[in-house]
């Protein structure tokens, strides 16, 4: 299984920048499609961003354009680099590694480890 811890998360002005970072440990981060989900109050989680182990890429509509999701295999780490941010981007922003290398594993929700996530909060 793989162990996931987030950073990065913070408060930021409307049209500011964030880059989130998880790292993982435990297993080969390498074979596992991997994702970011965001979760805010009242509302259901979201995947908001995916990269397979091919590195074929996810994003959700509304962060197109602005979001970037890539990874580092030789360093276990997932980024997600957040570019003009608004007050809608405001939640709790959660690592996921998927149980399989393809994408189509975070849209249906099979996820072998979720981070503690890391909170992310827009200001107007």
């Known amino acids: 299984q793989v162990q996931l811890v987030e950073s990065g998360g913070g408060l930021v002005q409307a049209g500011g920048s964030l880059r989130l970072s998880c790292a993982a440990s435990?297993?080969?981060?390498?074979?596992?499609?991997m994702g970011w989900y965001r979760q805010a109050p009242g509302k259901e989680r979201e995947l908001v961003a995916g990269?397979?182990?091919?590195?074929?890429?996810y994003y959700a509509d509304s962060v197109k354009g602005r979001f970037t999701i890539s990874r580092d295999n030789d360093k276990n780490t997932l980024y997600l680099q957040m570019n003009s941010l608004k007050p809608e981007d405001t939640a709790m922003y959660y690592c996921?590694?998927?149980?399989?290398?393809?994408?189509?594993?975070?849209?249906?929700?099979?996820?072998?480890?979720w981070g503690q996530g890391t909170q992310v909060t827009v200001s107007s």
């Open positions: 996921a590694a998927a149980l399989g290398f393809s994408i189509r594993r975070l849209h249906s929700g099979d996820i072998g480890s």
């Open positions: 435990g297993s080969i981060f390498s074979i596992n499609a």
């Open positions: 990269i397979s182990s091919g590195r074929s890429t």
